[in-house]
T-cell receptor
Framework: DAGVTQSPTHLIKTRGQQVTLRCSPKSGHDTVSWYQQALGQGPQFIFQYYEEEERQRGNFPDRFSGHQFPNYSSELNVNALLLGDSALYLC????????????FGPGTRLTVL | DQQVKQNSPSLSVQEGRISILNCDYTNSMFDYFLWYKKYPAEGPTFLISISSIKDKNEDGRFTVFLNKSAKHLSLHIVPSQPGDSAVYFCAASARTDKLIFGTGTRLQVFP
């Protein structure tokens, strides 16, 4: 079992551009959450997807959007990139009602220049 | 508004001794608390959790204590081992999957 995988590992973009990050959940997991971890901070919840719908959302602007596919994989899209969007983006997946079973991927490091 | 705070950015402990990591929270609606460990280039890994109906939970060398009146929780690691060296995050939730994380404490266990 490969666990949660994310691609790409690193990404460099310019202000104003758009970016798409990808996440494959752990085998059998149907719920995917995305987090943003800025340097020196803890992860911040962006949103969660279940059954291809956004179920919960954190305090992030509409520039941040996502999608979940029928195979439970997910994408995070960020439009009109700002310098402040530079961060590690973590994907987490779980199966079942308890959040203890949530597994995190290694993250995608996004740098906005 | 930092709802979950870890006021110690770093902690250094000798191998075999106890490591105590602290976490404070402000939101009284939080009812579930978790600790995660994070190594470089890896995602956070779940360590131990505690519900607000309990004041203590143990799992091997790891024990979490919750003091609801003080809005404080702590993670005890006994005995500490070099492999425990990592960044530890405290997280809280209020009956949802939306976890609120602290800023982390870097633990270094030296021989």
């Amino acid at each position: 079992d490969a666990g949660v995988t994310q691609s790409p590992t690193h990404l460099i973009k310019t202000r104003g551009q758009q970016v798409t990050l990808r996440c494959s959940p752990k085998s059998g997991h149907d719920t995917v959450s995305w987090y943003q971890q800025a340097l020196g901070q803890g992860p911040q919840f962006i949103f969660q997807y279940y059954e291809e719908e956004e179920r919960q959302r954190g305090n992030f602007p509409d520039r941040f959007s996502g999608h979940q596919f029928p195979n439970y994989s997910s994408e995070l899209n960020v439009n009109a990139l700002l310098l402040g969007d530079s961060a590690l983006y973590l994907c987490a997946s779980r199966l079942g009602p308890t959040i203890d079973t949530q597994y995190f991927g290694p993250g995608t490091r996004l740098t906005v220049l | 508004d930092q709802q979950v705070k870890q006021n110690s950015p770093s902690l250094s402990v000798q191998e075999g001794r106890i490591s105590i990591l602290n976490c404070d929270y402000t939101n009284s609606m939080f009812d579930y608390f978790l600790w995660y460990k994070k190594y470089p280039a890896e995602g956070p890994t779940f360590l131990i959790s505690i519900s607000s109906i309990k004041d203590k939970n143990e799992d091997g060398r790891f024990t979490v204590f919750l003091n609801k009146s003080a809005k404080h929780l702590s993670l005890h690691i006994v005995p500490s081992q070099p492999g425990d060296s990592a960044v530890y995050f405290c997280a809280a939730s209020a009956r949802t999957d939306k976890l609120i994380f602290g800023t982390g404490t870097r633990l270094q266990v030296f021989p």
